[in-house]
């Protein structure tokens, strides 16, 4: 615990001036961002006599060793800045909405030649018109469904797009009617886009022109005899007042604005947001998070407004914004709003009318979020810690293990060995801090080897981490055996040895660079688990032993009886199997081998897919099938002369020398075998199955 008179900036050097502020730990992460009109008064509340400050103040500035100012001109670049240092360094004691998931939108790719009608999740993209978010994609596929055969809009994927452009037929929404098929040339890109704006413009609200023009064609079509065209006008206008219907009137002036209120305790605050556009809500979303700083209601207000729409421009931003306090000062926040949109927003309190009442409302949906949250919240926090007790208690740790990092070996008998470590803290699991290995320091299957080569690699890493913060001053040993790689997990397909980008970090679960942004293994965990038993734990704790890493403990959790080894014991700790701490150690344990197993089948299947042909200079996939077609398998095509390889279309003399060159370098000095049913392998192709027996030969 650092004492704030330590880091606390000479009288005078403070500017009284609009600026932005970070607090940086021990370790140079930045922890807190804030904002002030002046920078002076405000840093000056926080060196003030600790048992003043609120709690959650108190322990931020004891973990700060150091703070740091940014002049800027105005009290809106203030907020801009801020907002900026907070998405960008994601400090730990600065309150932060985190979506529990991403929500689903209507959106219309007017940036196409043919614009298309979606649902979309994620980043907004430029040359998209957006209408949400919905609670359920399903609500979007209904609404899009009753629209269509109104606004026949092109709804495919620009492959079936392709497709049908092709082959000169469109699809089925084509046929049916509710599509108007650009794909064949049914309608002009022109009429087609108009199509598109029209689909916008009821989606916007201007939903009265659509069945006013609908109910005079109607009305034509009756007095022409046309009755059949009448009843098709005649379902659209149902069909529209059905989509209509989905989204009841709340305010009657055909508003454009967005709700926000607020649910809160001590400790956590719920938001929720109903976006109204044409008197209708349109959409719905909210929050929940901790709150780590000592905030107010209107504080808590400006923190949803910058979530909301730091990343918005134009119409996202509505002409009015709701809310239950407001910030203060509220002139900077209102005029960065209207920045945003363009034009004038108006950010105010409903006083009384409908807008109050549909507050009431939101109000209502934020405190049900907050107390869902709370219900299931408490089941999970006091599971979590009940359990990191235990593994504490039962390994006699001096701390809980807040970061539990586990390492697992797998191969297939011996080949494609490969390691996997997977990261769970406070209980749950970390995928962004996942990371796998490639065994490159030996040949063949040694389990026990391979633990010792991963852990030295992971642990020379933290040393070289640490080297390069100024903590450790000896040089750490080279790692000869090479590099891990880490995996995204949502990016399975990562090559070992490559540096791949790590997903937005925590920076209170790792440690940072000089600008505050998180290396990699750069945060030592409190507890190493290997999957195996006595033998892989002694490899492990032998592998810290000789980097000098004493901190550390190292267990193993055994698959046979679920027994827990430590290094140097000659018997294993046995935990209760009603344990939550036992339970605990099994998922990490399994999480681990998944991972691990999921790598190792990956590089098998890339292994086994590769042929011969694939190593030929120039040789491109075309002509790769065009080979295998002619001669109808790679064994013929190895007994195949110059000549006869020349015959296939597009292969000239040079390539046909090449490839008949490549075979005859890579033909097999004996037949292949399937293990599992005894029979030879012709040259063409394995099947990976008869090359496996997954369950009894993957580790």
């Known amino acids: 615990m650092a004492d704030p008179s330590s880091y606390r900036p000479k009288p005078g050097q403070i500017p009284d001036s609009p600026g932005v502020y970070k607090f940086r730990d021990e370790h140079g992460r930045v922890i807190y961002v804030g904002k002030a009109k002046s920078l002076r008064q405000r840093l000056a509340n926080y060196f003030q006599d600790l048992a003043g400050l609120h709690p959650r103040t108190r322990t931020m500035v004891t973990t700060a060793a150091s703070v740091e100012w940014t002049v800027v001109s105005t009290e809106v670049e203030a907020l801009q800045l801020e907002y900026s240092w907070i998405k960008e360094f994601d400090p730990r004691f600065n309150v932060k909405y985190r979506d529990d998931k991403s929500y689903p939108y209507l959106a219309v790719t007017l940036g196409e030649e043919f614009p ?17 978010p919905y609670a359920h994609a399903w609500a979007i596929r209904e609404t899009v469904d009753l629209l269509l055969r109104v606004f026949p ?9 392709k497709r049908s452009a092709q082959i000169g037929r469109p ?90 209120a607020l649910a809160e305790d001590e400790l956590e605050a719920a938001v929720q947001i109903f976006h109204v556009r044409g008197g209708r809500v349109r959409g719905q979303r909210g929050w929940v998070t901790d709150k780590v700083e000592a905030v107010t209601t209107g504080d808590l207000v400006e923190h949803a407004l910058q979530q909301l729409y730091g990343e918005e421009q134009g119409d996202a931003v509505p002409r009015e914004v709701l809310v239950p306090a407001l910030p203060d000062p509220l002139e900077p926040v209102a005029q960065w709003l ?68 586990c390492f697992d070996i797998s191969h297939l008998q011996g080949e494609d060995v490969v390691a996997s470590m997977v990261v769970f803290e406070d209980g749950l699991a970390r995928k962004s801090e996942y990371r796998r290995f490639q065994i490159k320091g030996f040949a063949g299957q040694d389990d026990v080897r391979a633990m010792h080569e991963v852990i030295g690699r992971r642990f020379k890493r933290y040393l070289q981490e640490k080297q390069k913060s100024g903590e450790w001053t000896e040089e750490p040993p080279e790692d000869t055996a090479g590099e891990a790689v880490m995996e995204a997990a949502v990016e399975p397909g990562a090559e070992a040895g490559s540096a791949a980008a790590p997903a937005e970090p925590d920076p209170a679960a790792a440690l940072t660079d000089d600008e505050g942004r998180p290396r990699r293994f750069a945060y030592p965990p409190q507890l190493v688990v290997v999957d195996g038993g006595a033998p892989q734990v002694a490899a492990a704790r032998r592998a810290m032993d000789e980097l000098g890493i004493d901190d550390v403990a190292v267990c193993g959790l055994a698959k046979r009886l679920e027994e827990v080894w430590l290094p140097g014991e000659d018997d294993p700790v046995v935990l209760p199997r009603s344990s ?39 040789l491109g996939e075309t002509r790769r099938q065009a080979l295998l077609k002619h001669f109808g398998s790679l064994k013929k095509l190895r007994v195949a002369t110059v000549e006869e390889i020349c015959q296939v279309p597009g292969v000239g003399r040079k390539t046909a020398e090449t490839v008949a060159a490549a075979l005859a370098a890579a033909a097999p000095s004996a037949p292949a075998v399937n293990t599992a049913t005894g029979e030879i392998i012709e040259d063409d192709e394995a099947p990976p199955a008869a090359l496996s027996a997954e369950r009894g030969q993957d580790r």
């Open 153 to 161: 809009v092109r709804t495919c994927s620009a492959g079936v797009f």
């Open 338 to 405: 209207t920045q945003r949109r363009g034009s004038q927003v108006s950010l105010r309190i409903p006083q009384r009318g409908d807008k109050k009442d549909l507050m009431a409302t939101v109000a209502r949906n934020a405190q049900q979020a907050l107390a869902l949250h709370k219900t299931r919240r408490a089941s999970d926090l006091t599971t979590r810690s009940r359990a990191l007790e235990e593994i504490a208690q039962a390994l006699d740790l001096d701390t809980v293990p807040l970061r539990i990092e």
């Open 116 to 132: 298309r009608v979606q649902v979309m999740r994620g980043a907004k993209k430029k040359g998209v018109r957006y209408f949400g």
């Open 171 to 260: 699809c089925l929404l084509g046929y049916i009617g509710k599509c108007s098929a650009p794909c064949v040339g049914r309608i002009s890109p022109e009429d087609h886009r108009e199509l598109a704006e029209e689909f916008c413009d009821f989606m916007a609200g201007r939903t009265g022109a659509h069945i006013r023009r609908l109910e005079r064609g109607m009305q034509e079509a009756a007095e022409e005899m046309e009755y059949e065209r009448a009843a098709r006008l005649r379902d659209d206008i149902g069909a529209l007042r059905r989509a209509m219907e989905k989204s009841a009137v709340v305010l009657a002036d055909a508003t454009d604005a967005d709700l926000i």
């Open 580 to 618: 939550e701490g036992l339970y605990l150690l099994q998922r990490v344990r399994d999480e681990a081998h998944r991972f691990a197993i999921t790598y190792q089948r990956s590089k098998r299947g890339k292994r086994l897919k590769s042929s011969p042909l694939d190593a030929v200079a120039g």
